[in-house]
């Protein structure tokens, strides 16, 4: 069973910097990509950010972090990375690592994996 194992949220000032982390266990040649989605209370999950594990190291932000947030990863220790800078009370959310394995790649079919989530809170 793969599990993704988070750390680095925690209360942090307005301004102030975080690195979250994320490591999956799995098998690194079934990972698909790797990304970083939130949810503050009353609001839906959403994403911010993900990279391709297989495909190059593309990106995809959400408009609200771009300049501010930066997503890497590790193959090799099948980590992937969110430095956070210049973060704002509305960055204040639990974070969680998602990651999509490879089922079919012929139907291009994935299985994605959610880690326990990890509280980023940003005082004003």
């Known amino acids: 069973q793969v599990q993704l194992v988070e750390s680095g949220g925690g209360l942090v000032q307005a301004g102030g910097s975080l690195r979250l982390s994320c490591a999956d266990s799995g098998n690194t040649f079934l990972i698909s990509r790797m990304g970083w989605y939130r949810q503050a209370p009353g609001k839906q999950r959403a994403l911010v950010a993900d990279?391709?594990?297989?495909?190059?190291?593309?990106?995809n932000y959400a408009d609200s972090v771009k300049d501010r947030f930066t997503i890497s990863r590790d193959n090799a220790e099948n980590t992937v990375y969110l430095q956070m800078n210049s973060l704002k009370p509305e960055d204040t959310a639990v974070y969680y690592c998602?990651?999509?394995?490879?089922?079919?790649?012929?139907?291009?079919?994935?299985?994605?994996?959610w880690g326990q989530g990890t509280q980023v809170t940003v005082s004003s």
């Open positions: 998602n990651a999509a394995h490879w089922v079919n790649l012929f139907r291009g079919d994935v299985r994605e994996y």
């Open positions: 990279i391709s594990i297989s495909s190059g190291g593309v990106t």
